[in-house]
């Protein structure tokens, strides 16, 4: 086995947390049962990965293994890259779409090599007819970077893309193209939506999240909500404000929705506009210029704190339609222009 | 009796005058007894006769008794409370109705197109089938409001959506949603057959179905005998009409090395037939059932 991709193998599997490395290494399905039986999972992990080298040297892996573990690897840790979104879309009329999955594979590629000699390229299928894609770049006179892959997860026949945002930007039109053409659509676009958490994003802008619907068969009965009070609270104690705290829960939960909310770290707004104010003069009022600021939201569950912003009393409800429609539109990056 | 048996040796004639008293005797006593035997036949009868109307006049007694009893009993019990019982009996059909009327619109799912209203519209349930199994129900939630929106819905995203409320959803609201019953009905039994494939007939494929997100394409190697190692065919079905579960386009190719007998030409175009015309899981089955019979070749 080459120096390199001996290497390649033992960064990986060094990357791999020991509470984790049997279950990827069965997943991987490369060392077979007897092969890991013979070795110590309790030593040290320096040793433990220098067996396991070993052992895929006795098996002569390849650099195609290698990256498939590397997969395997990202699969388990998605939330350790941050994810874009690419939408494509086809032209008007076209016919109905044949994806064949091995057509894409091998279009996909062919197109990445033709313009670039030095870059692997491996896939993964997944569940729901998807695949993640790994691909490694180099430049016209040097060997791929292994260590700074691209992925891209494709579901058949739809028009969305996912990818984790490369470090090098200059080969994101390569990629591009060759989403495009490989899944027979005519255009890509980025959208302006960015999170960890793949999941989320993938049911944003499938539109997956909001999946409680009224039926006859349902045995739950539309819930009173309560007010978060206790039934065993004192009763000399009264709520002044109740309605309006009615009010704001019954305005969050129609903007919300009873559902669990996708999952975003931030949105962000670029603001150009006008200063605005309610009183005259001011040294602001007077400016012609709009003022340029950048806001940005954060949060480790960024839909949930909002929609518990008006039920804690801390924002007025309803909410800014600039904060609802995150899921709704699919994007958290806005730049608010004046008219 | 001396007598008389010396003389039966002779035949009756001769039997002499005693033997003939003692006949006449017997005959008299027989015909007396016959007389007598209607006689107390008829006896017997009478008393009978008199008992049944005896218990008839008896019976008739205690039903007026019976009767009289009960209508006393409904008189006090209507003097007591008429109305609560009324009203129990009124409460108790009423809720069995209601009952009833629930089953019925639970039960309308089955008709393959449902709907409940909501607060601001109505929720449509798809339930879609393939050959008498009932499989994954669908829902899209419509707001009432011009123009018609869809508020939220459940149908995958590979499913024409946008395309077909574009055309539809504004104008013709019934086109809309029959047209996404086609859709929905198709894809999953299209679905249902794959299923079927890869989990059943997993012996009789070379390796994984390969398929896509429609299940409009799937493509295969495969044998048509349960035994063997060698797996001849290579199917690839093209489902271009989205609306249909059985493929628009079939290719099977042979793909031995040695050269195509005719025998195995007759069964390669023989299964392109198949696929064409019947359900994927369906032909497999047949394939099943053909390795059970011995001479399936002089039966087709």
Known sequence: ?339 | MELANTLSQDGESRGGVLAHLERLETQVSRSRKKMEEPQSAQAEESALGTRIHELRRLRDKLRAEVKQHQASVKASTTNVEPDQTLEITEQESLKRKRENVKAILQAYRFTGISGKLTSRGVCVCISTAFEGNLLDSYFVDLVMRKPLQIHHHSIPVFIPLEEISAKYLQTNIQHFLFTLCEYLNAYSGRKYQADRLQSDFEAFLAGPLQRNSLCNLLSFTYKAEPEGQFFPFCARLLYKDLTTTLPTDVTVTYQGTDALSTTQEEQRAAHEDLFFTKPLHQVFTSFARKGDKLDMSLVS
């Open chain 1, 1 to 339: 086995m080459d120096e390199t991709v001996s290497e390649f193998f033992r960064r990986t599997i060094l990357k791999i947390p020991l509470t984790e490395m049997m279950t990827i290494l069965k997943t991987w399905n490369f060392l077979s049962e007897n092969q890991l039986q013979t070795v110590n999972f309790r030593q040290r992990k320096e040793s433990l990965v220098q067996d396991l080298v070993l052992l895929c040297e006795e098996n002569r892996a390849s650099l195609n293994d290698a990256a498939l573990l590397d997969i395997i690897y990202t699969q388990f840790h998605r939330h350790q890259k941050v994810w874009d979104v690419f939408q494509m879309s086809k032209g008007p009329g076209e016919d109905t779409d044949l994806f064949d999955m091995e057509q894409f594979k091998s279009s996909f590629k062919k197109i990445l090599k033709r313009a670039l000699k030095n870059v692997t390229v491996s896939f993964r299928d997944a569940e729901e007819n998807a695949v993640w894609i790994r691909i490694a770049w180099g430049t016209q006179y040097g060997k791929p970077n292994q260590y700074k892959p691209a992925y891209v997860v494709y579901y058949s026949q739809t028009p969305y893309a996912f990818t984790s945002s490369s470090q090098l930007k200059s080969n994101l039109p390569l990629l591009g193209q060759a989403l495009t053409i490989a899944s027979k659509h005519h255009q890509i676009v980025k959208m302006d939506l960015r999170s960890r958490y793949l999941d989320s994003l993938k049911a944003i802008v499938f539109k997956q999240y909001n999946q409680t619907f009224e039926t006859h068969n349902s045995t739950t009965p539309l819930q009173e909500r309560s007010l978060g009070l206790d039934i065993n609270m004192d009763s000399r104690i009264i709520h002044e404000n109740k309605t309006e705290k009615e009010r704001v829960q019954r305005v969050t939960q129609e903007i919300f929705g009873d559902y669990p909310q996708p999952r975003l770290e931030f949105a962000q707004y670029k603001l150009e506009t006008k200063f605005k104010s309610d009183l005259n003069g001011g040294i602001l009022a007077e400016r012609e210029e709009p003022l340029r600021c950048l806001v940005k939201f954060s949060s480790p569950h960024l839909l949930e704190a909002l929609k518990s912003l008006a039920p804690a009393g801390i924002a007025d409800a309803p909410l800014s339609p600039l904060l609802t429609c995150i899921p709704n539109k699919g994007m958290n990056y806005f730049k608010i222009r004046d008219k």
